[in-house]
Nanobody
Framework: QVQLVESGGGLVQAGGSLRLSCAAS????????MGWFRQAPGKEREFVAA????????YYGDSVKGRFTISRDNAKNTVYLQMNSLKPEDTAVYYC??????????????????WGQGTQVTVSS
């Protein structure tokens, strides 16, 4: 069982930056592929970024490529999402998620077994 807690959300002006963190419980964090998803009001959950358990592969949604960077620190049981050049359309609740141990890195929310409670990101124009 993995518990995930996101932090770092908030209100920022367009063009600004935020860094989200997701802290995981347990001793096996390094075996979980991790993802970030977001959901805006009235919209479906959207894939943002994912990183393989080994850190060797990273994937990004088309809408965030070149602006967002996912990384992980296995020593700190934490995955990060650095968000630059933020736009009003990035406004959403951001969730981190973990696959089963040694799970493949994937853009599909169906492949993630554990989810955090979410953190709100609001980008003003």
């Amino acid at each position: 069982q993995v518990q995930l807690v996101e932090s770092g959300g908030g209100l920022v002006q367009a063009g600004g930056s935020l860094r989200l963190s997701c802290a995981a419980s347990g001793r096996t964090f390094s075996t979980y592929s991790m993802g970030w998803f977001r959901q805006a009001p009235g919209k479906e959950r959207e894939f943002v970024a994912a990183i393989r358990w080994s850190g060797g592969s990273r994937y990004y949604g088309d809408s965030v490529k070149g602006r967002f960077t996912i990384s992980r620190d296995n020593a700190k049981n934490t995955v990060y999402l650095q968000m630059n050049s933020l736009k009003p359309e990035d406004t959403a609740v951001y969730y981190c998620a973990a696959t089963r141990p040694f799970g493949v890195v994937t853009t599909s929310s169906l492949e993630y077994d554990y989810w955090g409670q979410g953190t709100q990101v609001t980008v003003s124009s």
